[in-house]
């Protein structure tokens, strides 16, 4: 039996549900618990604050976890970092009053800094020889400058509009982060069968995510052409078409790369393209 910690509730809770029923996981009782079974995975999943979620994984109350890689870092346990999931997506700043003069990191010297991630800008200041002092609270971090208890904070910014209503603006990024898969470092055998079973699950709904299926019909002189920006899994599936001297294409389209595809298809003659999402993909 696999123990995942995952939050309670917050930011990261609902995604990290919808992560494991994407994985085809059945949790069969909701949050108000602090632990459930899933019905069709040897799984246990126990609902935690956030905080405490690196501190369970390394004392193996449960065995791995999802948690934003901010926290894993300020926690500093020895546990491992096995998947960056792409959601929860944040960076962590200093910011500073928007009036004060600030042309770069020594302008931080002698401050007093607000923040809940004490080990992370301790370390930021120290790699760049910067001594100030770390006030650390526990919450409404952006409000401290403008009540007088610190001269700057160092916080979590998605939008960055938190820092606007307060008169702040961000002056330096110490981390971008996003939520992991954490693990116990001394996983049994059995775990870490079930591990790799969860891994491999997660991989597939992800790079389906990343890619759409493409369909489309060209003419047959165009379909070298078409073919080497259509590589597919591994090349592309050729169909020939009841029209004389045409064929239907299916094949895979990395995200990234879908709009820049799509304009070299219709240079290419290429007409009806079909995109379909696609639920798994596995390689
Ligand atoms: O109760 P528990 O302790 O479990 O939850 P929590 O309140 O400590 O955490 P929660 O739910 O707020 O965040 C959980 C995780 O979500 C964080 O550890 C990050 O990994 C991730 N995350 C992503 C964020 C944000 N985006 C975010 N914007 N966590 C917090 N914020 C806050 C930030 O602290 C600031 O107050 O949102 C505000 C800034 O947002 P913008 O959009 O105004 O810039
Ligand atoms: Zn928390």
């Given amino acids: 039996m696999l123990k995942i910690a995952i939050q309670k509730s917050g930011r990261l809770y609902e995604e990290s549900v919808k992560l494991l029923k994407e994985c085809g996981i059945q949790i069969a009782n909701g949050n108000k618990q602090l632990k459930a079974s899933a019905e069709n995975f040897p799984l246990e999943i126990y609902f935690l604050r956030d905080d405490d979620i690196p501190q369970y994984v390394f004392d193996k109350v449960a065995d791995i976890g999802i ?29 500073v009053p928007k009036e004060m003069p600030y042309s770069g990191v020594k ?6 800094i607000a923040t809940t991630y004490a080990h992370l800008t301790q370390q930021y200041l120290n790699k760049n020889n910067i001594s100030a002092e770390i006030h650390e609270i526990s ?13 700057a904070i160092c916080d979590l910014v998605s ?73 597919g899994s591994k090349s592309p599936t050729i169909v020939p078409l009841a029209t004389e001297g045409w064929s239907s294409i299916q094949s895979v389209v990395n995200e990234n790369d879908f709009w820049d595809v799509i304009e070299k298809l219709k240079a290419l003659d290429a007409q009806g393209i079909l995109v379909v999402p696609i639920e798994k993909m596995i390689m």
């Avoid at 890689?69 to 200093?94: A, P, T, W």
């Avoid at 302008?107 to 007093?112: C, T």
């Avoid at 919450?139 to 001269?151: F, R």
């Avoid at 996983?187 to 493409?214: F, G, H, P, S, W």
């Fill in 139 to 151: 919450g409404s971090v952006e409000i401290a400058p403008g009540i007088g208890l610190a001269d």
């Fill in 107 to 112: 302008d931080l010297q002698g401050l007093k």
């Fill in 67 to 95: 948690v934003g890689e901010n926290v894993l870092l300020e926690k500093n346990k020895d546990i491992n970092l096995q998947y960056r999931l792409g959601f929860g997506k944040c960076r962590l700043s200093l910011a």
């Fill in 159 to 231: 939008s960055g509009s938190t820092l606007f209503t307060n008169g702040l603006k961000e002056v330096e990024t110490i981390l971008q982060s996003e939520a992991v898969l954490v693990s116990n470092k001394d996983l049994t055998d059995e775990n870490k069968i079930l591990l790799e079973k969860l891994l491999m699950r997660i991989n597939a709904v992800k790079t389906a995510k990343n890619n759409k299926y493409i369909l489309l019909n060209a003419p047959n002189h165009q379909l070298k052409n078409i073919a080497d920006i259509l590589p």
